[in-house]
């Protein structure tokens, strides 16, 4: 069982920056993407961004490109920590932040919906203008 632990969120002003952190405490065999999601009340998940563990592969969202940085740690399996630096920061990126171990579909994929996948229990993050 993949065990994911966020951290990081908080509260910060247009135009600040936060860094998310995703810890994974475990690792099952096709588990080398991993993901943040985001999700705002009364919106439907939306993916940020992907990281291809195993090659260094990353994937955005039109919406955070140029602006957030997926990276990871050089810590081999099964402890991996996978960040998510977010600047330029905007009201509408306000919302609870997930972490996610990828299972399906393909990494390149994953923005755009998943269906096999473990999930952390989300951190928040809220932008005021």
């Known amino acids: 069982q993949v065990q994911l632990v966020e951290s990081g969120g908080g509260s910060v002003q247009a135009g600040g920056s936060l860094r998310l952190s995703c810890a994974r405490s475990?690792?099952?065999?096709?588990?080398?993407?991993m993901a943040w999601f985001r999700q705002a009340p009364g919106k439907e998940r939306e993916g940020v961004a992907a990281?291809?563990?195993?090659?260094?592969?990353?994937?955005?969202?039109d919406s955070v490109k140029g602006r957030f940085t997926i990276s990871q740690d050089n810590a081999k399996n099964p402890v991996k920590t996978v960040y998510l630096q977010m600047n330029s920061l905007k009201p509408e990126d306000t919302a609870m932040y997930y972490c996610?171990?990828?299972?399906?579909?393909?990494?390149?994929?994953?923005?755009?919906?998943?269906?096999?996948?473990?999930w952390g229990q989300g951190t928040q993050v809220t932008v005021s203008s």
């Open positions: 996610a171990v990828v299972i399906s579909p393909p990494c390149f994929e994953a923005l755009a919906g998943i269906t096999d996948a473990s």
């Open positions: 990281i291809y563990t195993a090659g260094g592969g990353t994937y955005y969202s």
């Open positions: 475990a690792y099952t065999y096709g588990s080398n993407c």
